[in-house]
């Protein structure tokens, strides 16, 4: 038993020291970007989406295996295990609803053959409120007809709504967190696979919700078709129309973040090694970090901005590392300082 006292001291004991050290540089063509490694996992890790909390530390999935961990929010930080999901393979999708409860993607994707096993993809709730002393995890929903559930996002934050898109099926489900209810509720040409897909391609991947004049967009990238796109959405969290393309020529879009002002995303471009900063309005793009021809930002999975008032202009990324590839460098978590003062 608990009392209030009790846990308030159980979960504060953790005071994460934020130091500042030097840092390595990254130039591109034009301008210097500071990159700065926070974690490197080593070579047999692969990382995908990462989730920040409200207290600044990170939260990375892995996609060789079904594990959680936290990452400190600084150069050299360290890595805590948060979680095993027993039983399956891979994590994709990271959110927060309610203030550290946050909800993950777990399914049975192998990432040496890139096969999915049907039947077994779900979501976890993975209550974080006083970790490190312990953790709460229960299953929110299977979603057995599901193939490989990836990037996840708020919809209705207050109603515990959520998208999950389906990166192999083409679609993009609304969850509720707190019944377990789900349903389709994209579908679209622009999330679907291309005519040409293999039994191991992925399409729609990463997605997010923005409100621009008053509209509601859902946001999303298409891995294959190498597009992010929007559709606007009702109060339901249904497509109102057709989707539209935002931007199009990427090669291979994986995760995203718009900023406040809907003025840049940014964009993890899994192939070319990249993160990139598309401009919405000229639709220009400026490459952050990597090239298509250097392993040091091998295959970029995801980027999320930081919470913390010294970090939240802060972007941090992850790389997949190039797992099983002859240059791999492990899966990584990097931050670039102060993105929105890196000039177009
Ligand atoms: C990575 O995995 C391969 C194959 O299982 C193994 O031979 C190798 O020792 C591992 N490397 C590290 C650094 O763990
Ligand atoms: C996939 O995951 C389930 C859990 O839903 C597990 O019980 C099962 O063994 C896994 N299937 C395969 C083929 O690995
Ligand atoms: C999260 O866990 C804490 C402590 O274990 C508990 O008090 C709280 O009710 C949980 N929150 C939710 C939303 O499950
Ligand atoms: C869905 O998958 C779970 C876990 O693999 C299984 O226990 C359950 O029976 C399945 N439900 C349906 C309706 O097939
Ligand atoms: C998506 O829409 C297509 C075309 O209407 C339909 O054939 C397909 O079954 C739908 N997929 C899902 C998962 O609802
Ligand atoms: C499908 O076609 C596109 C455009 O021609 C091409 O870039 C892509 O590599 C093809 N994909 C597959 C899986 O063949």
Same mark, same amino acid.
């Given at each position: 038993?608990?009392?209030?006292?009790?846990?308030?001291?159980?979960?504060?004991?953790?005071?994460?020291?934020?130091?500042?050290?030097?840092?390595?540089?990254?130039k591109?063509?034009?301008?210097?970007?500071?990159?700065?490694?926070?974690?490197?996992?080593?070579?047999?890790?692969?990382?995908?989406?990462?989730?920040?909390?409200?207290?600044?530390?990170?939260?990375?999935?892995?996609?060789n295996?079904?594990?959680?961990?936290?990452v400190?929010?600084?150069?050299?930080?360290?890595?805590?295990?948060?979680?095993?999901?027993?039983?399956?393979?891979?994590?994709?999708?990271?959110t927060?609803?309610? %203030?550290?409860?946050?909800?993950?993607?777990?399914?049975?994707?192998?990432?040496v053959?890139?096969?999915?096993?049907?039947?077994?993809?779900?979501?976890?709730?993975?209550?974080?409120?006083?970790?490190?002393?312990?953790?709460?995890?229960?299953?929110?929903?299977?979603?057995?007809?599901?193939?490989?559930?990836?990037?996840?996002?708020?919809?209705?934050?207050?109603?515990?709504?959520?998208?999950?898109?389906?990166?192999?099926?083409?679609?993009?489900?609304?969850?509720?967190?707190?019944?377990?209810?789900?349903?389709?509720?994209?579908?679209?040409?622009?999330?679907?696979?291309?005519?040409?897909?293999?039994?191991?391609?992925?399409?729609?991947?990463?997605?997010?919700?923005?409100?621009?004049?008053?509209?509601?967009?859902?946001?999303?990238?298409?891995?294959?078709?190498?597009?992010?796109?929007?559709?606007?959405?009702d109060?339901?969290?249904?497509?109102?129309?057709?989707?539209?393309?935002?931007?199009?020529?990427?090669?291979?879009?994986?995760?995203?973040?718009?900023?406040?002002?809907?003025?840049?995303?940014?964009?993890?471009?899994?192939?070319?090694?990249?993160?990139?900063?598309?401009?919405?309005?000229?639709?220009?793009?400026?490459?952050?970090a990597?090239?298509?021809?250097?392993?040091?930002?091998?295959?970029?999975?995801?980027?999320?901005?930081?919470?913390?008032?010294?970090?939240?202009?802060?972007?941090?990324?992850?790389?997949?590392?190039?797992?099983?590839?002859?240059?791999?460098?492990g899966?990584?978590?990097?931050?670039? %300082?102060?993105?929105?003062?890196?000039?177009?």
């Open positions: 038993m608990h009392n209030t006292l009790l846990s308030i001291l159980l979960c504060s004991s953790l005071a994460v020291g934020f130091g500042h050290a030097v840092s390595h540089g990254k591109d063509n034009s301008t210097s970007v500071v990159v700065e490694t926070i974690h490197n996992f080593g070579l047999n890790i692969s990382l995908e989406n990462l989730a920040v909390r409200k207290s600044g530390e990170i939260i990375v999935g892995l996609d295996g079904p594990i959680l961990y936290q400190e929010p600084k150069i050299k930080g360290s890595a805590s295990f948060i979680h095993s999901f027993e039983n399956y393979f891979d994590i994709h999708g990271i927060e609803v309610a %203030p550290d409860q946050f909800y993950v993607t777990v399914g049975n994707l192998s990432l053959t890139h096969i999915d096993v049907p039947g077994h993809c779900a979501v976890y709730h993975v209550n974080m409120t006083c970790y490190p002393d312990h953790i709460v995890v229960d299953k929110v929903a299977n979603f057995n007809e599901s193939r490989i559930l990836n990037g996840m996002t708020v919809f209705n934050r207050e109603k515990g709504l959520v998208y999950v898109a389906d990166s192999r099926v083409g679609v993009v489900n609304l969850l509720n967190v707190y019944t377990g209810e789900h349903f389709v509720a994209i579908n679209d040409t622009l999330t679907n696979q291309p005519s040409n897909a293999t039994e191991i391609t992925n399409c729609v991947h990463g997605v997010h919700v923005f409100e621009s004049d008053g509209v509601k967009y859902l946001y999303f990238s298409n891995f294959a078709k190498g597009i992010i796109g929007r559709v606007a959405i109060e339901k969290g249904l497509a109102k129309g057709k989707a539209e393309i935002v931007i199009d020529n990427l090669d291979t879009p994986e995760d995203f973040i718009l900023d406040k002002e809907g003025k840049y995303i940014y964009l993890a471009l899994f192939e070319s090694n990249e993160i990139i900063r598309i401009d919405t309005e000229t639709r220009d793009i400026k490459v952050l990597g090239s298509s021809d250097s392993s040091t930002y091998k295959w970029a999975a995801a980027v999320e901005f930081g919470r913390l008032e010294k970090d939240k202009d802060d972007l941090y990324f992850s790389i997949n590392g190039g797992f099983l590839e002859a240059d791999n460098v899966g990584t978590v990097f931050r670039i %300082p102060r993105v929105s003062d890196i000039p177009a």
